[in-house]
């Protein structure tokens, strides 16, 4: 007598689906990298060898209060989007029936509100910096671009004469490994940047001084390379430390900085929007909104302009 066919038959391990699951994948490089990360250190020790058909949600929430133990809310959480992702593929391809990541409760993420740096602060380490990363922090003081996007500028975006910026490229800079170009973050990332007088005085005189880098970037290593993340973080730490800031501050909040300013000289929430290369206003209101003024006295002023006569 025959066997009946099963509607599965072939068990495959959890580590059988990640594989074909990476091959189909169309993430950036960085996703790519951050994902196998974290699937060595932290999903496949615990699911790699189990038959996919026998993962429980039960199972994945131990998972999860195991890993919050020793990893950050977010880190928990991007970590859980990918497992979610390889089970639903999974479900896809007919080799479960439903995903064991339904229903999952995920840590709380506590985003405390950014403080940007000061004008102070800015202009204190911007005096400390190495005079051949001065250009590059005054262009992120005062374009808001991000680290890769500053490094990654080649000088066909540069528009000096309209006084703009086009952001078409960023350089990647991984831990490890040589910097490479690559499109930017995100879609919404794509835009043109206003060139204010002094970032781009200051870009100018650091290419008469110091020449474009190659294949045509802004911006150099002292060796002839592509910006190297180390390095440029090295000059950095040493420039905060020596402008005497008591707190930490990133390379990157000096994005913060400028949409600070933007907002505090007035800037409605759609132009910070789209000067930050955001995907949406939400996002620059989850971001910022702490940072726009509450005029009550204007609030009161507009109601009485109206209903004063009642």
């Known amino acids: 007598m025959l066997e009946p066919i099963s509607e599965f038959p072939r068990q495959l391990s959890f580590r059988d689906v990640v594989e074909d699951w990476r091959a189909r994948q169309l993430y950036r490089q960085t996703t790519v990298d951050l994902a196998t990360t974290l699937l060595r250190n932290h999903i496949l020790p615990a699911f790699g060898d189990r ?110 004469d309209a006084a703009v910026v086009r952001v078409e490229r960023q350089l990647v800079l991984p831990d490890t490994g040589p910097p490479r170009l690559g499109p930017p973050k995100t879609r919404a990332s794509y835009r043109t940047v206003p060139l204010p007088s002094v970032v781009a005085d200051t870009v100018h005189s650091h290419l008469e001084r110091y020449g474009p880098g190659p294949e045509s970037l802004v911006f150099g290593d002292p060796r002839g390379t592509a910006v190297r993340r180390y390095r440029f973080n090295e000059a950095w730490r040493r420039a905060v430390t020596a402008a005497g800031l008591t707190r930490r501050v990133r390379f990157h909040d000096l994005r913060h900085f400028y949409a600070s300013l933007l907002i505090s000289h007035g800037e409605s929430v759609k132009v910070v929007q789209a000067r930050l290369g955001h995907a949406s206003a939400t996002e620059t209101l989850d971001t910022y909104a702490h940072l726009w003024p509450d005029d009550g006295d204007r609030t009161r002023r507009a109601v009485d302009s109206i209903l004063g006569d009642l």
């Open 51 to 160: 038959p996919i058909r026998s993962i429980r949600p039960g199972e994945v929430q131990a998972w999860v209060r195991d890993r919050s133990a020793v990893l950050a809310p977010s880190t928990v959480d991007v970590a859980f989007r990918f497992l979610s992702s390889i089970c639903a593929t999974a479900v896809v391809d007919g080799h479960i029936e439903r995903t064991p990541c339904e229903g999952i409760k995920l840590p709380r993420i506590e985003r405390p509100p950014i403080v940007p740096p000061t004008p102070d602060e800015v202009h204190a380490i911007t005096a400390e910096i190495i005079d051949r990363y001065r250009a590059p922090v005054v262009l992120a003081a005062g374009t808001g671009l991000r680290s890769g996007e500053c490094f990654g500028l080649g000088l066909e975006a540069l528009d000096f």
